[in-house]
């Protein structure tokens, strides 16, 4: 597609409940990270992958948190068991190759809300 | 770790005024990114830098980087509505380059006409 597509674009979720977000990154790219950007607040890191491989998870709050990209192009954050504190937009970009400093483009995000 | 400030933390401009945001690291900076976000939406990417002293400009905005890599500015000139946003500053973590970026809180903008 021509950009980072992410779905839903708004989620509401009753405490205690398991959510499933979709990224779909520009063709091609290799890279792709997640972030969570809670109120007022820059994008944190959660997770980046290289092809299907995760390479770095240590953004992930908890063992809540799970992150694939199973053939290297679309990815699912999953949240289990969700809590207030998770609400927040969550943000996947992409990257033809991050290395040298490329740009990453991202998705316009999911707006994740527990109630 | 690396952090990231932004100054000013929100800003209210009028129409046509020129504005400057201010991005200082706590460690040298080996690449900065400027990115400008529309409320609850994605990040647009707007500009990389990476040499000391490194200048870019597109359209009315420019940024810039100083020599010791620790301080980046963005400087809008004449603004108009469409630029009212949130900027964020980006950074390659330290000996990390090709990982996930370290970003400010970011700088909200509004433009009054």
């Known amino acids: 597609g021509a950009g980072v597509s992410q779905s839903p674009r708004y989620k509401v979720a009753k405490r205690g409940q398991d959510v499933a977000l979709r990224c779909d990154p520009i063709?091609?790219?290799?890279?792709l990270f997640w972030y969570q950007q809670a109120l007022g607040q820059g994008p944190e890191f959660l997770t980046y992958?290289?092809?299907?491989?995760?390479?770095?998870k240590s953004g992930l709050p908890s063992d809540r948190f799970f992150a694939e990209r199973p053939e290297g192009s679309v990815s699912t954050l999953k949240i289990q068991r969700t809590q207030q504190e998770d609400s927040a937009v969550y943000l996947c970009?992409?990257?033809?190759?991050?290395?040298?400093?490329?740009?990453?483009?991202f998705g316009q995000g999911t707006r994740l809300t527990v109630v | 770790s690396q952090e990231l400030e932004q100054s000013p933390q929100s800003l209210i401009v009028q129409e046509g005024k020129n504005l400057t945001i201010n991005c200082t690291s706590s460690?040298?900076?080996?690449?900065l990114y400027w990115y400008k976000q529309k409320y609850g939406e994605g990040l647009i990417f707007l500009m990389m830098?990476?040499?000391?002293?490194e200048e870019k400009s597109h359209e009315k905005i420019t940024a810039k980087l100083d020599e010791k890599k620790q301080q980046s500015s963005l400087h809008i000139t004449a603004s108009q509505p469409s630029h009212a946003g949130i900027y964020l500053c980006?950074?390659?973590?330290?000996?990390?380059?090709?990982?996930?970026?370290?970003f400010g809180k970011g700088t909200t903008l509004s433009v009054s006409s």
């Open positions: 970009a992409s990257s033809q190759n991050r290395a040298g400093g490329t740009e990453a483009f």
């Open positions: 063709s091609g790219h290799v890279s």
């Open positions: 992958f290289q092809n299907e491989a995760q390479l770095d």
């Open positions: 460690k040298t900076l080996y690449g």
């Open positions: 830098l990476q040499k000391g002293g």
């Open positions: 980006g950074a390659d973590p330290p000996n990390q380059a090709g990982t996930a970026l370290i």
